[in-house]
Every structure is written in structure tokens, then in C-alpha cells.
């Protein structure tokens, strides 16, 4: 069993800054992507960012040259810097993470959500 357990989130004025942080426990051999996705009210999950094992990122459109994904391997951790925000930032934050366990098969775990609101 795997858990994700996040943090960080909360109520910031726009122009200011967060960092959200994804800690994953339990059965793991190895993680592949990691990644965070948001959910405002009325909307459907989208993705926000994610980053490979070896590094590689990708940004939706609406955040890129603000956020900054980035992992730790060893630690099983993957983190949001969230800059610049804005109110249309606000949402609920999860991240999601490809585990390996011992036995090399592979599965996608989610955090349980961090609420991110930003003010005018």
C-alpha cells in the first residue's frame, strides 16, 4: 500500500507565492511520473505539471513561466512552486504519482487534495 500526503496549500493575495509538497510512503521500489493536477468548482481535474523520473517537465499553458515542478527521488517527493499567482489559480491541488512496487508493476496514486485560494 502507498500513501501521498500533501501540503502547503492555502489562502495567498495575488502576485504572491506557494509551494505545495507531495511526500509518498509504503510499497515503493521506484516512481515514474509524478505530477499535480487542480480542480476548481464546477470544473473538470486538469493538469497543472509533471515531471518524468529523468527530469523532463511539462506545464499547461495558463502556468508556465510561474510554476516550477520538481522531484526528489530519494525521498519520493515531488513539489509545486507556485509564483505570480492569480485568482483563477484557486482550486483544489492533488498530486499523482506512478509507483513501482517490488515487484516492478506499476500504479497511479493520488494525494487527497490541498485547497489553494487566491485573493483580488
Known amino acids: 500500500q502507498v500513501q501521498l500526503v500533501e501540503s502547503g496549500g492555502g489562502l495567498v493575495q495575488a502576485g504572491g507565492s506557494l509551494r505545495l509538497s507531495c511526500a509518498a510512503s509504503g510499497s515503493i521500489f521506484s516512481t515514474d511520473a509524478m505530477g499535480w493536477y487542480r480542480q476548481a468548482p464546477g470544473k473538470q481535474r486538469e493538469l497543472v505539471a509533471r515531471i518524468t523520473s529523468g527530469g523532463s517537465t511539462n506545464y499547461a499553458d495558463s502556468v508556465k513561466g510561474r510554476f516550477t515542478i520538481s522531484r526528489d527521488n530519494a525521498k519520493n517527493t515531488v513539489d509545486l512552486q507556485m509564483n505570480s499567482l492569480k485568482p483563477e489559480d484557486t482550486a483544489v491541488y492533488y498530486c499523482?504519482?506512478?509507483?513501482?512496487?517490488?515487484?516492478?508493476?506499476?500504479?497511479?496514486?493520488w494525494g487527497q487534495g490541498t485547497q489553494v485560494t487566491v485573493s483580488s
Open positions: 499523482n504519482i506512478d509507483v513501482r512496487n517490488q515487484y516492478r508493476r506499476s500504479n497511479v496514486y
